[in-house]
Structure formats: C-alpha cells, structure tokens
C-alpha cells in the first residue's frame, strides 16, 4: 500500500529564503507526482505534475524534483514571499491504484 | 469556464439525517472524484467515477454512496450521516478516462464542502 509522508509538517521562514520541502513515498512504481497548495478553508490548486519519467519539472519560482529509486520529492522555493504561506501537500499515483494518495502536508509560513 | 463546482459550501446535519453533496466540472473531464479532509489524516479517496456510467470504492467508503448521473455530474449520499463522517469533502475532476493512471493527468478540486454531523 502506498504511503506518503512529508516532513516537516510546519516551517517558519523569513521572507526572501529559498526553502525546501520534502516528500517520501514508499512503492516506486508511481505514474507521477503532484504537487498542491492549499490556502486556509480553500481547496486544493495544481502547482506542479512531475512524470515517472521525468526528474524535475520548474514554474516561476517552484521547483520540484522526483527520485523514483529513493522514493523521494522535494519541493524548491526560490526567493520566499509571505504570499507564498499556506500548506503544501504532495500525492502520488500508484500502478495499482486508481485516484491520488495524498502526504499529510507541510504548512508553510512566510514572515515579511 | 468555472472548473468543478460543489454544492453546499457548508451543511450542518443531525444524526441519522440523510443529504447528497452535489458536483459538477465544466472541463469535458472523464474521471470524477471524492475525497474527505480531516485534521491529522490528510486527503482520503471515498469513492471515484474513471469514466461515465462507472463508479468504484477508494479507501474509506463505508457509509456513502455515489452517482454518475452524466459526464458532468458526480453527487455523493450520506444516507444516514454520523459525527463520524464530519469533515471537508471535496471533489476533483481529471481528464484521463482510465481514473489518474496515466503520467500526465492532473487533478482538479473543487473548493469543498464542509460537513458538520451532531
């Protein structure tokens, strides 16, 4: 069974600091990954569709990279702006699953 | 072009009462889902629709039911709601007919619906 895990599951930063978050997944075998932003009692926005066969894919000032043989994702945000506050969630597609499985999020906070 | 819409935004229920949750996407999308959000848990599949007329169990179905009642349509039933189902739901659309198993499909949300059961 597909699990994902996202750490840490809170950070503070100043504004203008690039920062990354991390994601794990434990079966390899994804179709893609996706990376969300959720603001407060919001739904969720794509930011970012990384392919199983792709290593990275950029927009604007996000950068999110995929390691299928270590499991892992990160999410790079360059030049952190308070806007940028909300929580980040990632969720992969397995082979054998038909919908998203989603990590428990990283709530971001962007101080000016 | 509004994306996927949800109806209510919020609902507040008693016990035993019984509501359908209400879902439309305007994208021509095939796979239609529903998810519940509750703190400490993340996003949970209930159920999903890979294309019309089809509709399948996610993860935590007990308790719901769902319609495909076209390509735009998704509803979902609480037929008799509990506090344990208290939650956001939200549902999200893709375009691939074959439920997200492909590389490049992307999911869409809706904005939620907030469902509190006394």
Partial sequence: ?112 | NAGVTQTPKFQVLKTGQSMTLQCAQDMNHNSMYWYRQDPGMGLRLIYYSASEGTTDKGEVPNGYNVSRLNKREFSLRLESAAPSQTSVYFCASSEARSGGRTSTDTQYFGPGTRLTVL
């Fill in chain 1, 1 to 112: 069974k597909q699990e994902v895990t996202q750490i840490p599951a809170a950070l503070s930063v100043p504004e203008g600091e690039n920062l990354v978050l991390n994601c794990s997944f434990t079966d390899s075998a994804i179709y893609n990954l996706q990376w969300f932003r959720q603001d407060p009692g919001k739904g969720l926005t794509s930011l970012l569709l990384i392919q199983s066969s792709q290593r990275e894919q950029t927009s604007g000032r996000l950068n999110a990279s995929l390691d299928k043989s270590s499991g892992r994702s990160t999410l790079y945000i360059a030049a952190s702006q308070p806007g940028d506050s909300a929580t980040y969630l990632c969720a992969a597609i397995n082979q054998a699953g038909t919908a998203l499985i989603f990590g428990k999020g990283t709530t971001l906070s962007v101080s000016s």
